[in-house]
């Protein structure tokens, strides 16, 4: 498979100012396997190290952090010499190692020759249970499942793949039954890896729900083995409240839908739990459509959208004949797969989106961005034949900030003078224009 992230490692290698590597991302999204694949194209050898499998690297920061000592006890665990500028270093979960995040700070200032890459599925948790952090001393990059792009490529459709960074809406338009098959999939399958590959290989749709079922299980049992009971209980209630959310109209977060009477302190710190272990993406409400955006954050209205659009469909149970071959899939379940379709491609884009409300009445606009210089209000649509009222009436209201919407939907590209239309499945052509 080919993951974008590679060429985010690749910059990292070659920077002159690099430090140790810090990435993060949910479990099973491909860390070790990107890591490991970058460090054997990449290096001569690669010494990687589980943490958590390997009894030995329990102990591997406990006496002292003196460089040498470490790197020949990395030789002993992984039996491969460690050369700088030859070896790729992989401390994998280094969560379950004490001191071992705090490690990397004596890697950056004693031994900046070699090339240290540190991961964990919980190493979000880890920052926030009072873990010392080497602030400055390291390089941090995110991974997410794979996008619609990189699914492509995955499935064999390179060609179409090539088409988002072409100049060209025509050629997306001629091609649209076939990126219509494609997203389809997509919306079944969803970004994570295993499943995306057993996919490829087996083309067995109650397979794919399977291990989707099993990925999701893994979760809770990561819940359960990282927190106290109380705890437990209640990340799990909100995890289990995500498909109820994101089927109302409105899809902000509601405490009620989780159980009649709950109170936002009982469950803000399950949240951010969630948040901090990569399952879910909280997306804020701002009062005003303007730069900074960030300025205008209302941190108490919120959106909660899961971490893959597969994983979705299966706690949904979505089935498969209504994804892959009724005409309503865009539009069913409030669209809810489609929104969560958007902010999945524009969070692997590195994008942080927002939205808009207007309190008390039903106007919103899904998401907001921010691009350098200029905001961008966003119109997600799963139909054809549809009108953007909200994005109409806040662009006619606000003439001060003159802003030019974007609606993305289910028909071809068409540029107004006040909005672009882009289709759902040309939205990395769209963003690869704004980079």
Request: aromatic share 8%; glycine share 6%.
């Given at each position: 498979?080919?993951?974008?992230?590679?060429?985010?490692?690749?910059?990292?290698?070659?920077?002159?100012?690099?430090?140790?590597?810090?990435?993060?991302?949910?479990?099973?999204?491909?860390?070790?396997?990107?890591?490991?694949h970058f460090g054997e194209r990449e290096f001569q050898n690669v010494a990687y190290v589980n943490c958590d499998e390997q009894p030995l690297a329990k102990h591997l920061f406990d006496s002292d952090y003196d460089i040498p000592r470490i790197i020949l006890a990395i030789q002993a665990i992984t039996g491969t010499v460690v050369q700088p500028g030859k070896t790729l270093i992989i401390l994998d979960e280094l969560q379950e190692v004490p001191r071992g995040l705090n490690s990397l700070k004596y890697f950056q200032e004693n031994a900046p020759q070699y090339h240290v890459i540190a991961a964990g599925s919980l190493l979000g948790i880890t920052l926030k249970q009072g873990e010392s952090f080497p602030v400055g001393k390291i390089n941090m990059l995110h991974m997410y499942p794979m996008d619609f792009e990189e699914f492509l490529l995955a499935i064999g459709e390179e060609g179409?793949?090539?088409?988002?960074?072409?100049?060209?809406?025509?050629?997306?338009?001629?091609?649209?039954?076939?990126?219509?098959?494609?997203?389809?999939?997509?919306?079944?399958?969803?970004?994570?890896?295993?499943?995306?590959?057993?996919?490829?290989?087996?083309?067995?749709?109650?397979?794919?729900?399977?291990?989707?079922?099993?990925?999701?299980?893994?979760?809770?049992?990561?819940?359960?083995?990282?927190?106290?009971?109380?705890?437990?209980?209640?990340?799990?209630?909100?995890?289990?409240?995500?498909?109820?959310?994101?089927?109302?109209?409105?899809?902000?977060?509601?405490?009620?839908?989780?159980?009649?009477?709950?109170?936002?302190?009982?469950?803000?710190?399950?949240?951010?739990?969630?948040?901090?272990?990569?399952?879910?993406?909280?997306?804020?409400?701002?009062?005003?459509?303007?730069?900074?955006i960030k300025f205008?954050?209302?941190?108490?209205?919120?959106?909660?959208?899961?971490?893959?659009?597969?994983?979705?469909?299966?706690?949904?149970?979505?089935?498969?004949?209504?994804?892959?071959v009724s005409n309503d899939v865009f539009k069913e379940f409030k669209g809810a797969l489609t929104e969560q379709y958007v902010l999945q491609q524009l969070i692997a884009m590195g994008i942080m989106p927002y939205y808009w409300s207007k309190e008390k009445t039903p106007a919103e606009i899904d998401f907001v961005v921010q691009s350098d210089s200029h905001v961008i209000p966003i119109e997600v649509k799963a139909e054809e034949n549809v009108r953007a009222r909200s994005l109409i009436e806040y662009i006619k209201t606000h003439p001060k900030y003159p802003l030019k919407g974007l609606r993305i939907y289910m028909k071809g590209y068409k540029d107004q003078e006040w909005m672009e239309n882009i289709p759902l499945y040309g939205m990395h052509k769209y963003f690869s224009k704004e980079d």
């Open positions: 498979m080919e993951r974008k992230i590679i060429n985010h490692l690749l910059k990292w290698k070659n920077s002159q100012n690099r430090k140790p590597l810090l990435l993060l991302g949910a479990r099973q999204v491909g860390k070790t396997w990107a890591m490991r179409m793949a090539k088409i988002f960074h072409q100049d060209n809406w025509e050629i997306i338009d001629i091609l649209k039954t076939k990126f219509i098959d494609t997203l389809r999939q997509y919306y079944y399958v969803g970004g994570m890896p295993e499943v995306v590959a057993n996919y490829i290989e087996q083309k067995d749709l109650t397979q794919v729900r399977v291990l989707q079922s099993e990925i999701l299980e893994t979760y809770r049992r990561d819940i359960s083995k990282h927190t106290l009971k109380r705890e437990s209980i209640l990340i799990g209630q909100v995890l289990n409240s995500l498909p109820s959310q994101l089927v109302k109209e409105n899809k902000k977060f509601i405490y009620n839908v989780i159980r009649e009477g709950a109170r936002a302190k009982s469950y803000e710190l399950a949240i951010q739990w969630l948040i901090d272990a990569g399952i879910v993406h909280k997306v804020s409400r701002v009062s005003k459509i303007e730069i900074p205008y954050e209302d941190i108490g209205a919120f959106k909660l959208f899961l971490l893959d659009l597969g994983l979705l469909g299966c706690m949904i149970d979505a089935p498969a004949s209504l994804v892959l």
